[in-house]
């Protein structure tokens, strides 16, 4: 079983910046993909931002140049610094973790989903 740990939401003022911290903990055998998505009150969940193993990111439009996604592949932890944050910003936003859990015996497909960590930025 794999369990993640979301940290860092809060309320901020339009201009301002959060962190975000995601830890995946548990029977991971192997993490391929990390990212962050949001769910906004009445709308659906969206893609933000997704780190894969290598140095390769991928950004929803609306973050970028404002928003870096970053990974500590030996924590199994994934971040998301937040500049710059506007109203259409918030949001709950939920971790997802995509690879292997399990081990050299039992390998199972991963896709873990955090709690979710409120982010309201007010104008």
């Known amino acids: 079983q794999v369990e993640l740990v979301e940290s860092g939401g809060g309320l901020v003022q339009l201009g301002g910046s959060l962190r975000l911290s995601c830890a995946a903990s548990?029977?991971?055998?192997?993490?391929?993909?990390m990212g962050w998505y949001r769910q906004a009150p009445g709308k659906q969940r969206e893609l933000v931002a997704a780190?894969?193993?290598?140095?390769?990111?991928n950004y929803a439009d609306s973050v970028k140049g404002r928003f870096t996604i970053s990974r500590d592949n030996a924590k199994n932890t994934v971040y998301l610094q937040m500049n710059s944050l506007k109203p259409e910003d918030t949001g709950v936003y939920y971790c997802?973790?995509?690879?292997?859990?399990?081990?050299?015996?039992?390998?199972?497909?991963?896709?873990?989903w955090g709690q979710g960590t409120l982010v309201t930025v007010s104008s």
């Open positions: 780190a894969a193993s290598g140095t390769l990111t």
């Open positions: 548990g029977s991971i055998f192997s993490i391929s993909i």
């Open positions: 997802n973790v995509r690879g292997y859990s399990g081990n050299s015996r039992a390998i199972n497909d991963l896709d873990a």
